[in-house]
T-cell receptor
Framework: SQQGEEDPQALSIQEGENATMNCSYK?????LQWYRQNSGRGLVHLIL?????REKHSGRLRVTLDTSKKSSSLLITASRAADTASYFC?????????????FGTGTRLQVTL | ETGVTQSPTHLIKTRGQQVTLRCSSQ?????VSWYQQALGQGPQFIFQ???????GRGNFPPRFSGLQFPNYSSELNVNALELDDSALYLC???????????FGAGTRLSVL
């Protein structure tokens, strides 16, 4: 089963605008990650935020985490047509030797020229 | 480039058949995880292998099984295929005690 929901399900913006996607989850987590998927192919890791962190930046990406609300947001600034893809949040709730990710339902982002 | 390759890219099977999907990860990825992604959904965790032993399993029946080999390759086997098994199957390699997983491009399985 999915860990949670992402909002919105689909987002259409123009190049240069900012895109914000939200993710809610259900259980306590070790960390939360965002992945990108182009055209139903493999996922690419974008950014990871740990449960004791509130905000993290990587290039044009900004991620926030609110563990009290069990929610996260991903902001992509100055979007480009090449950012068109599906974006998934994934939570890691288990310790041990490696993470076992539980994915959300995804946000499909369309960036138009 | 994630260093993880999957084969085949596409596969068509009929209900009741068996299928084997393959994954090859880069050196040092001693953990491999498999996910099933139905159309329009997020990936769902099937199971994980660490040092050739199963290291956790999601909510999938026993007809889904796997193997991991010492050369960082792995297999996902599905017996008695059902129509609902039609999906994109993703494998992901990772290093011990790290949180980031590196995904292959996936195998799209269609069950008719």
């Amino acid at each position: 089963s999915q860990q949670g929901e992402e909002d919105p399900q689909a987002l259409s913006i123009q190049e240069g605008e900012n895109a914000t996607m939200n993710c809610s989850y259900k259980t306590s987590i070790n960390n939360l990650q965002w992945y990108r998927q182009n055209s139903g192919r493999g996922l690419v890791h974008l950014i990871l935020i740990r449960s004791n962190e509130r905000e993290k930046h990587s290039g044009r990406l900004r991620v926030t985490l609110d563990t009290s609300k069990k929610s996260s947001s991903l902001l992509i600034t100055a979007s480009r047509a090449a950012d068109t893809a599906s974006y998934f949040c994934a939570t890691d709730a288990v310790g041990g030797t490696a993470s076992k990710l539980t994915f959300g339902t995804g946000t499909r982002l369309q960036v138009t020229l | 480039e994630t260093g993880v390759t999957q084969s085949p890219t596409h596969l068509i099977k009929t209900r009741g058949q068996q299928v084997t999907l393959r994954c090859s990860s880069q050196s040092g990825h001693n953990t491999v995880s498999w996910y099933q992604q139905a159309l329009g959904q997020g990936p769902q965790f099937i199971f994980q292998y660490y040092r050739e032993e199963e290291n956790g399993r999601g909510n999938f029946p026993p007809r889904f099984s796997g193997l991991q080999f010492p050369n960082y390759s792995s297999e996902l086997n599905v017996n008695a295929l059902e129509l609902d098994d039609s999906a994109l199957y993703l494998c992901a390699g990772s290093r011990e005690y790290t949180d980031i997983q590196y995904f292959g491009a996936g195998t799209r399985l269609s069950v008719l």
